[in-house]
Nanobody, 119 residues
Framework: QVQLVESGGGLVQAGGSLRLSCAAS????????MGWYRQAPGKQREMVAL???????NYADSVKGRFTIFRDNAKNTVYLQMNSLKPEDTADYFC?????????????WGQGTQVTVSS
């Protein structure tokens, strides 16, 4: 089992910045990748950024050039630096970790943190 605890959400004006943190605990050696998803009201949850153990990174097209995902392995923490925020970035942001084992892919989720960008 993996536990994920997020922090760093809040209210910010358009053009501003926020940094989200996600601390992992438990069976962290089983994790293959960690990342961030978001879900806006009335919309499906979507991937924002993902970083694998090998260091490969993927971003949603909508955040490329504005968001940066990075990790501190010593702290078992993944961060999402969000710059040049737009009102359309408003959503609940969820930390995700997954492992792939003999039984298939297992996803773990944090409780979510709210990001609100005012115009």
């Amino acid at each position: 089992q993996v536990q994920l605890v997020e922090s760093g959400g809040g209210l910010v004006q358009a053009g501003g910045s926020l940094r989200l943190s996600c601390a992992a605990s438990g069976s962290i050696n089983s994790i293959n990748a960690m990342g961030w998803y978001r879900q806006a009201p009335g919309k499906q949850r979507e991937m924002v950024a993902l970083i694998t153990n090998g260091g490969n990174i993927n971003y949603a097209d909508s955040v490329k050039g504005r968001f940066t995902i990075f990790r501190d392995n010593a702290k078992n923490t993944v961060y999402l630096q969000m710059n040049s925020l737009k009102p359309e970035d408003t959503a609940d942001y969820f930390c995700n970790a997954y492992e792939v084992g003999w039984s298939g892919k297992i996803d773990y989720w944090g409780q979510g943190t709210q990001v609100t960008v005012s115009s």
